[in-house]
C-alpha cells in the first residue's frame, strides 16, 4: 500500500500551526480535496480564511507509518523548504 506523504506550507498560520502534513494513495486528487475544502478539516478552514497553501515536498513510494513519523516529530518547520529559506 504504497503513497505518497506530502507537506502542505501555508501562507499564514491557524491557530500556530503552518503546516499540515498527509499521506494519500490517489495523491493528485486528495490535493484537490484539500483545495475544495473537502478533505482535512485542517485546510478546509485555510480554505473558508481564504490562506492560500501549497505543498512544497512530498516523499514517493511511502506509507501512513512514514506519515506517522513525520507528524509525531513534530517539526514540520525544520522539513519545509519555504520556511528553512525564511530563516537565512
Ligand atoms: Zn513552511
Do not use: S
Not at 507537506?7 to 499521506?23: K, M, N, S, T, V
Not at 511511502?62 to 513525520?70: Q, S
Request: aromatic share 10%; proline share 2%.
Amino acid at each position: 500500500m504504497n503513497g505518497t506523504v506530502y507537506l502542505i506550507h501555508l501562507d499564514a498560520p491557524i491557530a500556530h500551526a503552518q503546516h499540515y502534513i498527509g499521506w494519500a494513495k490517489g495523491f493528485k486528487e486528495r490535493i484537490k480535496h484539500h483545495r475544495n475544502g473537502t478533505g482535512a478539516k485542517f485546510l478546509a478552514e485555510a480554505v473558508k480564511r481564504e490562506i492560500n497553501f501549497d505543498v512544497v515536498r512530498t516523499w514517493e513510494n511511502t506509507d501512513g507509518n512514514f506519515e506517522r513519523k513525520l507528524k509525531n516529530r513534530k517539526k514540520a518547520r525544520m522539513l519545509c523548504p519555504i520556511c528553512r529559506q525564511e530563516k537565512k
